[in-house]
Antibody, heavy 119, light 107 residues
Framework: EVQLLESGGGLVQPGGSLRLSCAASGFSFSSYAMNWVRQPPGKGLEWVSSITNAGSSTHYADSVKGRFTISRDNSKSTLDLQMNSLRAKDTATYYC????????????WGQGALVTVSS | EIVLTQSPATLSLSPGERATLSCRASQSLSGYLAWYQQKPGQAPRLLIYDTSNRGTGTPARFSGSGSGTDFTLTISSLEPEDFAVYYCQQRADRPLTFGQGTRLEIK
């Protein structure tokens, strides 16, 4: 069974930093690209970032480009999202998401980590 | 960026009725459209991918159709557990984008 467990969420002041982690199990982690998708409270879904299976290529939404960095450690089956220069608009539940192999369709989701940016 | 517009925003129906949800794209998706269901307090769940393929565990009452820029999710006979928010999502081009959602509520 695929399991994705996010950690690292919490309250941070505007301009601050936070690092989210996702521990993956139940599948061959190193064979899959991975993604972060976020959802502000009461609102819709927004793709944030993706990384290829080997970690050699990354993509970001324009809204986070230059502030967020996605990374992975295939030896530990972990996915990270380093978030810097946080803004109130970054307040959201952040989901670690596994795609169907070779696609941008999201077939397994973690339970989410809530990030609140507020003074 | 490909914009996905879902309609209606809210759909009020009764159990046993047929539900039809729409998703329109700003450009052709070559069939690369998925549908997700989200219940309160839960993560989204993949229902349909690449227009019409049911995800693992998706009941047969859920079906997807469409082509080009217009896509439909149909629930043939609503069960009580189907009342939720539904999102469409495209993978035809980066950035990957979602529709704003359709809330399916009990009438």
């Amino acid at each position: 069974e695929v399991q994705l467990l996010e950690s690292g969420g919490g309250l941070v002041q505007p301009g601050g930093s936070l690092r989210l982690s996702c521990a993956a199990s139940g599948f061959s982690f190193s064979s899959y690209a991975m993604n972060w998708v976020r959802q502000p409270p009461g609102k819709g879904l927004e793709w944030v970032s993706s990384i290829t299976n080997a970690g050699s290529s990354t993509h970001y939404a324009d809204s986070v480009k230059g502030r967020f960095t996605i990374s992975r450690d295939n030896s530990k089956s972990t996915l990270d999202l380093q978030m810097n220069s946080l803004r109130a608009k970054d307040t959201a539940t952040y989901y670690c998401v596994k795609p169907l192999v070779g696609t941008g369709t999201f077939d397994s989701w973690g339970q989410g980590a809530l990030v609140t940016v507020s003074s | 960026e490909i914009v996905l517009t879902q309609s209606p925003a809210t759909l009020s129906l009764s159990p046993g009725e047929r539900a039809t949800l729409s998703c329109r794209a700003s450009q052709s998706l070559s069939g690369y459209l998925a549908w997700y269901q989200q219940k309160p307090g839960q993560a989204p769940r993949l229902l349909i991918y690449d227009t019409s393929n049911r995800g693992t565990g998706t009941p047969a009452r859920f079906s997807g159709s469409g082509s080009g820029t217009d896509f439909t999710l149909t629930i043939s006979s609503l069960e009580p557990e189907d009342f939720a928010v539904y999102y469409c999502q495209q993978r035809a081009d980066r950035p990957l984008t979602f529709g704003q959602g359709t809330r399916l509520e009990i009438k």
